[in-house]
């Protein structure tokens, strides 16, 4: 997760280019020695640990450097840039902002009539994010979000009661005095008084509601990437930064306009899911804002991590595709994840980033939360990969001894301290010789028939294959080169005329694989080899036995059968869903 380096508000008027507020503010203090005009050793060592000779330097640092006159130069763009992305790379700092108007509204008396100056006014402001260079299109992208939602509110604020016109009268007010009074004591030849190590920014911090609403919006985005918050008390601002999938970084959309699309659309959530919340019903139902749709309300308070969405679309009384839409938007919004519905044959196993100290804070949370229990001992039993079935009471004698295991799977998953792993299936005859397999697998070779162009498959000839651990990532390749991607669409294939399948249920695979399978011992049973090939587009490596279940509506005895009889051509692989 990208975090920002400093939020910044300017402002461009009758007075010029002003920079009313940034934060943090501390490396910019008057009593820092580069405020009192001392030079910075170059041996001094940089937050990031590292020498200033090394010529490298974090983009906090460089931030600092930048003085509050400069920021607000080029923080103001031209009048024809307002209402659009405002985006500024210098050094090692991006600048993210959405310039706008604000019409400053004249207050009105008892009468109805205009106090003062009868003209409305417009000023131009920016609220800007600063972020080091190394930010994705998607993170920016995202921030161009926030940016441009805050100044809609602020400028809202500002045409229904002059909220903007106030917190910028008392932030100017307060840089104002603090010039005029320094500039007093240098004219009287006295010394800046000590007071004036206190940052005029602390004084707006506590004078300004504006200024306290945008240090919640940075110092939110450092601790979760959430932003939640009400300006002047009135108009609520909603916004998460995106957890980049390997979906949405095939995507790569530079458009501010559809990164949040292209979140919601990278999610894999399918029928048989089930959904785990993040938070307890109560904490959820409280955060969710009042206009919040009855039907997620329905959905949270009857979902279940025992219960797939099919059956919560049944039991909620909403259609399965606004099931869909309603779980993407909670799993977007951090509140919910995805898992497969809890069951004696899942498998889990400790997660590679799980914190297993035993001085760790979910220690006295999980003793707090489960009485006589002991965290990292359970963490233990989940070292190595068991069906969840295996750590239950054997002989089934207490009910509530298994409840309470499902409770702690289910809190450990919220924890992230397990992950649950699939088994993969790929059709791959070991018998075939070596040199085949190195033809079959070349640009120009015909061993998948038609479907070659959509492989495009590449052998590197620098590199044997003989390593057959399927532990190995290129041992995965080469199984998904050699696996049958796709016989067809199966919906084609059951439209057919029902007697090609009765005459050569392997019509559609390459005749060398059909033959490899056709030796196998069970195909001499009509009803196993149409079982197999149905199947068959399966057994790629890209789904797992649950999915496969799901789509051909089989249960897990039928397809373990058939993986057993013609285990002479399968290979079974067992890791967590690359999503």
Same mark, same amino acid.
């Given at each position: 997760?990208?975090?920002?380096?400093?939020?910044?508000?300017?402002?461009?008027?009758?007075?010029?280019?002003?920079?009313?507020?940034?934060?943090?503010?501390?490396?910019?203090?008057?009593?820092?020695?580069?405020?009192?005009?001392?030079?910075?050793?170059?041996?001094?060592?940089?937050?990031?640990?590292?020498?200033?000779?090394?010529?490298?330097?974090?983009?906090?640092?460089?931030?600092?450097?930048?003085?509050?006159?400069?920021?607000?130069?080029?923080?103001?763009?031209?009048?024809?840039?307002?209402?659009?992305?405002?985006?500024?790379?210098?050094?090692?700092?991006?600048?993210?902002?959405?310039?706008?108007?604000?019409?400053?509204?004249?207050?009105?008396?008892?009468?109805?009539?205009?106090?003062?100056?009868?003209?409305?006014?417009?000023?131009?402001?920016?609220?800007?994010?600063?972020?080091?260079?190394?930010?994705?299109?998607?993170?920016?992208?995202?921030?161009?979000?926030?940016?441009?939602?805050?100044?809609?509110?602020?400028?809202?604020?500002?045409?229904?009661?002059?909220?903007?016109?106030?917190?910028?009268?008392?932030?100017?007010?307060?840089?104002?005095?603090?010039?005029?009074?320094?500039?007093?004591?240098?004219?009287?030849?006295?010394?800046?008084?000590?007071?004036?190590?206190?940052?005029?920014?602390?004084?707006?911090?506590?004078?300004?509601?504006?200024?306290?609403?945008?240090?919640?919006?940075?110092?939110?985005?450092?601790?979760?990437?959430?932003?939640?918050?009400?300006?002047?008390?009135?108009?609520?601002?909603?916004?998460?930064?995106?957890?980049?999938?390997?979906?949405?970084?095939?995507?790569?959309?530079?458009?501010?306009?559809?990164?949040?699309?292209?979140?919601?659309?990278?999610?894999?959530?399918?029928?048989?899911?089930?959904?785990?919340?993040?938070?307890?019903?109560?904490?959820?139902?409280?955060?969710?804002?009042?206009?919040?749709?009855?039907?997620?309300?329905?959905?949270?308070?009857?979902?279940?991590?025992?219960?797939?969405?099919?059956?919560?679309?049944?039991?909620?009384?909403?259609?399965?595709?606004?099931? =869909? %839409?309603?779980?993407?938007?909670? +799993?977007?919004?951090? @509140?919910?994840?995805?898992?497969? #519905? &809890?069951? *004696?044959?899942?498998?889990?196993?400790?997660?590679?980033?799980?914190?297993?100290?035993?001085?760790?804070?979910?220690?006295?949370?999980?003793?707090?939360? =489960? %009485?006589?229990?002991?965290?990292? +001992?359970?963490?233990? @039993?989940?070292?190595?990969?068991? #069906? &969840?079935? *295996?750590?239950?009471?054997?002989?089934?004698?207490?009910?509530?001894?298994?409840?309470?295991?499902?409770?702690?799977?289910?809190?450990?998953?919220?924890?992230?301290?397990?992950?649950?792993?699939?088994?993969?299936?790929?059709?791959?005859?070991?018998?075939?010789? &070596?040199?085949?397999?190195?033809?079959?697998?070349?640009?120009?070779?015909?061993?998948?028939?038609?479907?070659?162009?959509?492989?495009?498959?590449?052998?590197?000839?620098?590199?044997?294959?003989?390593?057959?651990?399927?532990?190995?990532?290129?041992?995965?390749?080469?199984?998904?080169?050699?696996?049958?991607?796709?016989?067809?669409?199966?919906?084609?294939?059951?439209?057919?005329?029902?007697?090609?399948?009765?005459?050569?249920?392997?019509?559609?695979?390459?005749?060398?694989?059909?033959?490899?399978?056709?030796?196998?011992?069970?195909?001499?049973?009509?009803?196993?080899?149409?079982?197999?090939?149905?199947?068959?587009?399966?057994?790629?490596?890209?789904?797992?036995?649950?999915?496969?279940?799901?789509?051909?509506?089989?249960?897990?005895?039928?397809?373990?059968?058939?993986?057993?009889?013609?285990?002479?051509?399968?290979?079974?692989?067992?890791?967590?869903?690359?999503?």
């Amino acid at each position: 997760m990208t975090k920002p380096l400093s939020i910044v508000l300017v402002t461009c008027g009758s007075r010029g280019d002003r920079l009313l507020f940034r934060y943090p503010y501390e490396f910019v203090s008057q009593g820092s020695d580069r405020g009192r005009g001392l030079r910075r050793s170059r041996y001094v060592v940089n937050s990031i640990g590292q020498n200033s000779r090394t010529g490298v330097r974090s983009p906090d640092v460089e931030l600092s450097e930048y003085p509050d006159d400069v920021l607000a130069g080029l923080l103001t763009p031209k009048v024809a840039m307002c209402g659009q992305k405002f985006q500024l790379t210098v050094d090692n700092v991006t600048f993210v902002g959405y310039p706008s108007f604000a019409r400053r509204v004249a207050k009105q008396d008892s009468d109805g009539r205009l106090q003062g100056n009868n003209v409305k006014s417009l000023f131009q402001f920016n609220v800007v994010f600063a972020l080091p260079t190394d930010a994705t299109s998607y993170v920016i992208a995202a921030y161009h979000d926030l940016v441009k939602r805050l100044a809609i509110g602020m400028a809202h604020e500002e045409r229904r009661c002059g909220f903007l016109s106030e917190e910028t009268a008392i932030m100017l007010a307060v840089h104002e005095g603090e010039a005029a009074r320094i500039l007093e004591e240098q004219k009287r030849g006295e010394t800046i008084a000590s007071s004036s190590d206190k940052s005029p920014f602390s004084v707006v911090l506590e004078r300004s509601k504006l200024s306290d609403m945008l240090k919640h919006a940075y110092e939110s985005l450092l601790s979760d990437g959430q932003v939640s918050l009400l300006i002047n008390n009135w108009i609520h601002v909603g916004f998460i930064l995106p957890l980049i999938t390997p979906v949405m970084q095939q995507l790569q959309s530079d458009d501010s306009d559809s990164y949040a699309a292209d979140c919601l659309t990278s999610f894999d959530i399918r029928p048989y899911h089930a959904i785990l919340l993040m938070e307890d019903e109560d904490t959820l139902f409280s955060s969710l804002p009042e206009d919040a749709s009855p039907c997620l309300r329905r959905l949270i308070q009857l979902s279940s991590p025992l219960k797939s969405l099919q059956t919560l679309s049944g039991d909620a009384d909403i259609s399965l595709r606004q099931v =869909f %839409e309603l779980t993407a938007h909670l +799993v977007y919004w951090r @509140k919910a994840i995805t898992v497969y #519905p &809890l069951c *004696e044959s899942n498998v889990y196993v400790l997660s590679p980033d799980a914190d297993t100290s035993r001085m760790s804070g979910l220690v006295e949370e999980f003793v707090w939360k =489960f %009485e006589g229990m002991y965290l990292p +001992v359970w963490l233990s @039993k989940f070292s190595l990969p068991n #069906p &969840l079935g *295996e750590h239950q009471n054997p002989l089934g004698e207490n009910e509530k001894q298994n409840e309470k295991l499902v409770q702690m799977v289910v809190w450990m998953l919220q924890h992230r301290l397990l992950i649950q792993l699939h088994t993969y299936v790929y059709l791959a005859p070991i018998g075939m010789n &070596l040199t085949n397999v190195e033809e079959a697998l070349s640009p120009q070779s015909s061993f998948f028939g038609s479907r070659k162009q959509s492989f495009a498959p590449s052998f590197d000839s620098d590199r044997s294959m003989t390593d057959y651990s399927l532990a190995s990532p290129r041992r995965l390749r080469y199984l998904r080169r050699f696996s049958v991607a796709s016989m067809s669409d199966h919906s084609s294939g059951t439209d057919g005329d029902p007697g090609e399948m009765d005459e050569d249920p392997l019509v559609n695979l390459d005749p060398m694989l059909r033959d490899a399978v056709m030796e196998v011992e069970a195909s001499k049973d009509s009803n196993d080899l149409k079982l197999f090939a149905r199947l068959c587009q399966y057994f790629d490596g890209k789904h797992h036995l649950e999915e496969i279940m799901y789509r051909e509506n089989i249960t897990r005895s039928q397809l373990l059968t058939v993986i057993d009889k013609f285990g002479e051509v399968l290979i079974t692989c067992t890791h967590a869903e690359s999503t």
